[in-house]
């Protein structure tokens, strides 16, 4: 969702010179050329590594304090320079810093996590806009040979499950990462299978449910909360912007943003040259 929208902001790495319009949502940064609509940049938070200003040389405005965004994809950096052109827009900046870092406290909602601190005095610690629906106990996770018993969580966001003799032994599994979930038989018998994302992992987890009625009971209200949370999703990145940014803004006419940009094949690898860090292709050595 929308966030916050900056007119008047220069693409100054690979579009110095041209003035265009910064939107600033819940998952990405997207910048739109005045001129051509056809130009345009997408930057997802995920691929942020840091955020600061520097000086720059603006065709437009001179030697400015620019907002410089260094990012990371398939082991290359790319640098990305945004420069006011009105005065108004000061809070750039921080308002970017402050949505990324929104972004970064609320993984949760978004990743698989496992052995986490979810819980306290034996109670899931809830998120923002999350609710439970259904605590189960006596599951069995199937991830040993011979099984650990505990409890299954499920909220609106995500399912829980954690050992009953140690609450440290826990999977919190956002709805966001689900592939599959079905039932198979395994040398428990009939179980729940739990298939997650290749992006979170690739797991595949397999819990015990008896009796049978209980198992199809919370296959149904899975798949039933995993299709609801498909249809209107909770990512989990929440801001708010100060009375003065909403009065900075209040002249701006804001539209929603259409994901209609046109990838054109022949342009793509000049596009990525103007944006290497150091004017160069940088590798990451690990």
Same mark, same amino acid.
């Given at each position: 969702?929308?966030?916050?929208?900056?007119?008047?902001?220069?693409?100054?790495?690979?579009?110095?010179?041209?003035?265009?319009?910064?939107?600033?949502?819940?998952?990405?940064?997207?910048?739109?050329?005045?001129v051509?609509?056809?130009i345009?940049?997408?930057?997802?938070?995920?691929?942020?590594?840091?955020?600061?200003?520097r000086?720059t040389?603006?065709?437009?405005?001179?030697?400015?304090?620019?907002?410089?965004?260094?990012?990371?994809?398939?082991?290359?950096?790319?640098?990305?320079?945004?420069?006011?052109?009105?005065?108004e827009?000061?809070?750039?900046?921080?308002?970017?810093?402050?949505?990324?870092?929104?972004?970064?406290?609320?993984?949760?909602?978004?990743?698989?996590?496992?052995?986490?601190?979810?819980?306290?005095? +034996?109670? &899931?610690?809830? #998120?923002?806009?999350?609710? %439970?629906?259904?605590? =189960?106990? $006596? !599951?069995?996770?199937?991830?040993?040979?011979?099984g650990?018993?505990?409890?299954?969580?499920?909220?609106?966001?995500?399912?829980?499950?954690?050992?009953?003799?140690?609450?440290?032994?826990?999977?919190?599994?956002?709805?966001?990462?689900?592939?599959g979930?079905?039932?198979?038989?395994?040398?428990?018998?009939?179980?729940l299978?739990?298939?997650?994302?290749?992006?979170?992992?690739?797991?595949?987890?397999?819990?015990?449910?008896?009796?049978y009625?209980?198992?199809?009971?919370?296959? +149904?209200? &899975?798949?039933? #909360?995993?299709?609801?949370? %498909?249809?209107?999703? =909770?990512? $989990? !990145?929440?801001?708010?912007?100060?009375?003065?940014?909403?009065?900075?803004?209040?002249?701006?006419?804001?539209?929603?943003?259409?994901?209609?940009?046109?990838?054109?094949?022949?342009?793509?690898?000049?596009?990525?040259?103007?944006?290497?860090?150091?004017?160069?292709?940088?590798?990451?050595?690990?």
């Amino acid at each position: 969702s929308e966030i916050d929208l900056v007119d008047k902001v220069e693409d100054t790495k690979g579009n110095n010179g041209d003035s265009g319009k910064l939107y600033i949502t819940n998952l990405r940064l997207l910048w739109i050329s005045s001129v051509r609509s056809r130009i345009n940049l997408s930057i997802g938070y995920k691929c942020i590594v840091s955020i600061n200003t520097r000086r720059t040389q603006s065709k437009l405005k001179g030697v400015v304090e620019a907002v410089n965004i260094l990012t990371k994809h398939n082991k290359t950096q790319y640098e990305f320079i945004f420069t006011n052109l009105s005065a108004e827009n000061f809070q750039l900046y921080s308002t970017i810093l402050n949505v990324h870092r929104a972004y970064e406290t609320s993984k949760i909602y978004r990743e698989v996590k496992l052995r986490g601190a979810l819980l306290e005095n +034996k109670q &899931l610690k809830l #998120l923002p806009q999350e609710q %439970t629906y259904n605590t =189960i106990n $006596g !599951v069995w996770n199937l991830c040993n040979d011979q099984g650990t018993l505990g409890t299954l969580i499920i909220t609106n966001v995500r399912f829980v499950w954690h050992s009953s003799i140690n609450e440290a032994f826990n999977v919190s599994i956002p709805y966001l990462q689900l592939r599959g979930i079905r039932t198979k038989e395994s040398k428990f018998g009939l179980a729940l299978v739990i298939e997650t994302s290749r992006e979170s992992g690739a797991y595949v987890l397999g819990f015990r449910v008896d009796p049978y009625e209980k198992l199809k009971e919370v296959l +149904k209200e &899975l798949q039933t #909360l995993h299709r609801v949370f %498909t249809g209107s999703p =909770i990512f $989990g !990145v929440q801001y708010e912007t100060s009375h003065h940014e909403e009065q900075e803004g209040s002249g701006l006419s804001i539209s929603a943003v259409q994901d209609d940009i046109e990838i054109v094949d022949d342009e793509q690898s000049d596009a990525f040259a103007a944006y290497y860090a150091d004017g160069n292709k940088v590798s990451w050595h690990c």
